[in-house]
């Protein structure tokens, strides 16, 4: 069956360090993957959309990473703010075209 | 421009009715999508509506029914309420169909509570 797996464990992470999520996906092949931000109580807000024929896309303090050999997608959050902490959710389409979102991985940066 | 918005926002209902939520789209946004949010199985998707047609359906019982009308506005609809329709209901809105390659925009949410 097809599987989108994030760490379930949160990432606690000091101020200034870089954040590292990983998204496994398994029986997919996708052409696009996307990452959102999720804070508490509140939708979903798109960050980065990667495609299958990019290794890497940066914005701001982000990066993304799409290794189609490995079925693995990294997010990078790099000099990391107190105001990064929320919950990060990794997103294909599979194969009938419908949106599948990993369960998201929350990170806590402390000052 | 305005985002997203969903109506109501918040809803308690008891098992066995129904209920109808509404979700209007950022200007020229056509596609309109739905999802369900719980603690235990996270973000699941709904369905999908594009020009007033239903493009995809998730995994869901028949009980859980959409529409799109012309103005790209949509609703959802649930029968026959059980507790564990419990959860917060998310519409996002994208400019095409196809959500593979569209960045997706969310509304608030409905949170509803089935007693």
């Keep these: 069956s097809q599987k989108i797996e994030q760490n379930s464990e949160a990432l606690n992470i000091q101020e200034g360090k870089t954040a590292t999520l990983t998204c496994n996906y398994t029986n997919y092949s996708p052409a696009y993957l996307q990452w959102y931000r999720q804070d508490p109580g509140r939708g979903p807000v798109f960050l980065l959309l990667i495609r299958e024929n990019e290794k890497e896309k940066r914005k701001e303090r982000l990066k993304v990473t799409f290794d189609t050999t490995l079925k693995q997608s990294l997010f990078h959050i790099t000099a990391s703010q107190p105001a990064d902490s929320a919950t990060y959710l990794c997103g294909v389409t599979d194969s009938w075209g419908k949106f599948q979102f990993g369960a998201g991985t929350q990170v806590v940066v402390t000052p | ?115």
């Design chain 2, 1 to 115: 421009k305005a985002g997203v918005t969903q109506t109501p926002r918040y809803l308690i209902k008891t098992r066995g009715q129904q209920v109808t939520l509404s979700c209007s789209p950022i200007s020229g946004h056509r596609s309109v999508s739905w999802y369900q949010q719980t603690p235990g199985q996270g973000l699941q998707f709904l369905f999908e509506y594009f020009s007033e047609t239903q493009r995809n359906k998730g995994n869901f019982p028949g009980r859980f029914s959409g529409r799109q009308f012309s103005n790209s506005r949509s609703e959802m609809n649930v029968s026959t309420l059980e507790l564990g329709d419990s959860a917060l209901y998310l519409c996002a809105s994208s400019l095409s169909p196809g959500l593979a390659e569209n960045e997706q925009f969310f509304g608030p949410g409905t949170r509803l509570t089935v007693l």
